[in-house]
Antibody, heavy 117, light 107 residues
Framework: QVQLQQWGAGLLKPSETLSLTCAVY????????WSWIRQPPGKGLEWIGE???????TYNPSLMSRVAISVDTSKNQFSLRLTSVTAADTAVYLC???????????WGQGALVTVSS | DIQMTQSPSSLSASVGDRVTITCRAS??????LNWYQQKPGKAPKLLIY???SLQSGVPSRFSGSGSGTDFTLTISSLQPEDFATYYC?????????FGQGTNLEIK
């Protein structure tokens, strides 16, 4: 049974950098894709990007210029950095595991990040 | 990007009702379509993967069908715990995209 636990700063000012980490417990880190997804308050889900255990990444073009996802396989963790945040980046950020055949079967608990001056 | 359109956006129903939610993709996605249930303050929960496969532990009253561009999620007999928001999700190509959600409310 895999568990994803995430953490990071919850309140940012405009132009700062969002940084979140997701730790994976209980199962192998390899063989899956690890994603970040966000959900603005009261709205739907937006996929931000993914990484595999080798460090290969794919990003949503809408955020590509500001986003970086990295992995630390020694700790079974992956991280999200989003630069130059604005109020539009206020959202609950979720980490999730995607099986190679294409669905998110495990999710972190979510973390609300608020961008406000 | 592949656009996913769900209908209806909201739905009122009663315990015991049969409910169907539809999801349409802007291009063919074969069977790379998944359904999630989300309750307030919680992460989404996988219900159906690959259009019609029931995730382990999910009650059999949930079912999915479709391929290509048109898909449905059916709940055969609504239970009180089923009132939530439902999202479809395509994993055919990146960027992965989700439907806008269907809010299932108690009538």
């Amino acid at each position: 049974q895999v568990q994803l636990q995430q953490w990071g700063a919850g309140l940012l000012k405009p132009s700062e950098t969002l940084s979140l980490t997701c730790a994976v417990y209980g199962r192998s880190f390899s063989g899956y894709y690890w994603s970040w997804i966000r959900q603005p308050p009261g709205k739907g889900l937006e996929w931000i990007g993914e990484i595999n255990h080798s460090g290969s990444t794919t990003y949503n073009p809408s955020l590509m210029s500001r986003v970086a996802i990295s992995v630390d396989t020694s700790k079974n963790q992956f991280s999200l950095r989003l630069t130059s945040v604005t109020a539009a980046d206020t959202a609950v950020y979720l980490c999730a595991r995607m099986v190679t055949t294409g669905w998110f079967d495990s999710w972190g608990q979510g973390a609300l990040v608020t961008v406000s001056s | 990007d592949i656009q996913m359109t769900q209908s209806p956006s909201s739905l009122s129903a009663s315990v015991g009702d049969r409910v169907t939610i539809t999801c349409r993709a802007s291009q063919s996605i074969s069977n790379y379509l998944n359904w999630y249930q989300q309750k307030p303050g919680k992460a989404p929960k996988l219900l159906i993967y690959a259009a019609s496969s029931l995730q382990s532990g999910v009650p059999s009253r949930f079912s999915g069908s479709g391929s290509g561009t048109d898909f449905t999620l059916t709940i055969s007999s609504l239970q009180p715990e089923d009132f939530a928001t439902y999202y479809c999700h395509q994993s055919f190509s990146t960027p992965y995209t989700f439907g806008q959600g269907t809010n299932l409310e108690i009538k």
